[in-house]
């Protein structure tokens, strides 16, 4: 199984990036898939996911009302659309998966992670 992110640079705040995670070598369709960051001197911590039933999705408070998470199943990829970037945003992205009927909050239920992909928000 290989994920792999990618879509991250440098922006201004108030900016705007789109992250993309391709997967293979799994069913995609039964995976919640995640998106997690961790911020230089931080733990990583949860960012969004989207239910395997495509029935649900969850947000860190965080984020909510700037990032949407969604995916295209055809293409076996996930995406993060981010607006109204914030510097403290920054951070390396993951995406990761974890198989249905996992809770799609906790990291630890994520059997699969991609390498990452690092966000820089400008003030």
């Known amino acids: 199984v290989q994920l792999q992110a990618s879509g991250g640079g440098l922006v201004q705040a108030g900016g705007s990036l789109r992250l993309s995670c391709v997967g293979s070598?799994?069913?995609?369709?039964?995976?919640?898939m995640g998106w997690f960051r961790q911020a230089p001197g931080k733990e990583r911590e949860f960012v969004a996911a989207d239910s395997w039933r495509r029935d649900s999705t969850g947000y860190a408070d965080s984020v909510k009302g700037r990032f949407t998470i969604s995916r295209d199943s055809a293409k076996n990829t996930v995406y993060l659309q981010m607006n109204s970037l914030k510097p403290e945003d920054t951070a390396v992205y993951y995406c990761?998966?974890?198989?249905?009927?996992?809770?799609?909050?906790?990291?630890?239920?994520?059997?699969?992670w991609g390498q990452g992909t690092l966000v820089t928000v400008s003030s």
């Open positions: 990761a998966a974890a198989y249905r009927g996992r809770n799609y909050y906790i990291e630890g239920q994520y059997e699969y």
């Open positions: 070598g799994l069913t995609f369709s039964s995976y919640n």
